[in-house]
């Protein structure tokens, strides 16, 4: 009799347990939040294939980080106003209307466009390394000049839109692995613009930090899948026959390379 009733009470007891505790633990969060991309061609997915019809020159990818966190996290609304070939104007005057004080949660990838990234290695590609050691310098000489106050307009800008907003604002990745054997642009050229993409980032992060946002780098991310490494490859290398993906993320650059960072900072 008395271990029937030890029994009892001992069931009784993990039947009150369990009951309390599943009232205690909290359900899980359906995802809440309403999210909203910028930016520019490293945004919107240009060199990651499989473009949104709706989407049209801006090449919104389905293969981009902001599509791919908007798949796997599902949050309560996603919009990408992303466009390849975005300036810091451009965001400002065309994408940052898609913000409101409901959006909580804000990615962007600009600054790139503001120093001449496209006409850099274009001069690099088809002129020698004097004229591209040229080209970056005169690029980083604007950037020192110029980047700060550009980017800290757009970030107001997000600010005013998004007040309760998570701000993440991602950088890019370094192109060139270098001291190894690689064909097509000198060595100078190529650690010349790797100098210059470290500087946008660097500004970019100081910037962001002001601003108290969150910068996401990407750059130890690509590490042996950049050209020249002897990784596979997360960027196009000059496309000839498309020339507006060179230099731009695979789908694996987009997928392995940003999406983990971005989604580690975003949350």
Known sequence: ?????????????????????????????????????????????????????????????????????????????????????????????????????????VSVTVGGNDVGFANIMTTCVLYGTNDCVAAVQAAEDKARADLTNLLRTVYNGIRTRAPSARVVVVGYPVFYQLGTTCVGLSATSRAKINEGINLVNDLTRSATQAAGFTFADVRSQFVGHQLCSYGDKWLHALNFVNLGISYHPTAAGQSSGYYPVFRSVAG
């Not at 090449?59 to 106003?81: D, E, G, H, I, M």
Request: net charge neutral; hydrophobic share 40%; charged share 10%.
């Open 1 to 105: 009799m008395r271990k029937s009733r030890l029994a009892t009470l001992t069931l009784s007891l993990a039947t009150a347990l369990a009951a309390t505790l599943t009232l205690a633990a909290p359900a899980e969060a359906a995802p809440s939040d309403h999210y909203v991309a910028l930016g520019d061609s490293y945004s919107s997915g240009v060199g990651a294939g499989s473009y949104t019809a709706e989407s049209g020159s801006c090449q919104r990818s389905t293969n981009a980080y902001p599509a791919l966190y908007a798949t796997n996290v599902q949050p309560a609304s996603y919009r990408s106003v992303a466009c390849s070939g975005a300036t810091t104007a451009s965001v400002i005057n065309t994408q940052l209307s898609a913000l409101s004080t409901t959006t909580t949660l």
